[in-house]
């Protein structure tokens, strides 16, 4: 059963960087995409960056592209969303999702598994 735990969220200045981390378990991830979807209060869930497992290919969402970026460690079995330049729009629970596929999807249903969320508090 596979298995997402994020990690890293919290409170931050305006200007300032965030690291979110999600544990991944339960499978093999070479044929795993993943991806970050954020959901900030009255909003709807979007997008905001996913990886191709495999290949390290990455799509970023055009509000955080060059602000935001998403890597994956082998080693750790982690997907992690380098957060920089923090705006008070960007807060949000941070959610990682991931999908049997080396589609790089936007879509969030698409998606099939799911974490529990870290939430992100930028102050201005």
């Known amino acids: 059963q596979v298995q997402l735990v994020e990690s890293g969220g919290g409170l931050v200045q305006a200007g300032g960087s965030l690291r979110l981390s999600c544990a991944a378990s339960?499978?093999?991830?070479?044929?795993?995409?993943m991806a970050w979807f954020r959901q900030a209060p009255g909003k709807e869930r979007e997008f905001v960056a996913a990886?191709?497992?495999?290949?390290?290919?990455?799509v970023t969402a055009d509000s955080v592209k060059g602000r935001f970026s998403i890597s994956r460690d082998n080693a750790k079995n982690t997907v992690n969303l380098q957060m920089n330049d923090l705006k008070p729009e960007d807060a949000a629970v941070y959610y990682c999702?991931?999908?049997?596929?080396?589609?790089?999807?936007?879509?969030?249903?698409?998606?099939?598994?799911w974490g529990q969320g870290t939430q992100v508090i930028v102050s201005s």
């Open positions: 990886i191709r497992w495999s290949s390290g290919t990455t």
């Open positions: 339960g499978r093999t991830f070479s044929t795993y995409t």
């Open positions: 999702a991931a999908v049997f596929s080396v589609t790089l999807y936007t879509a969030e249903g698409l998606y099939r598994y």
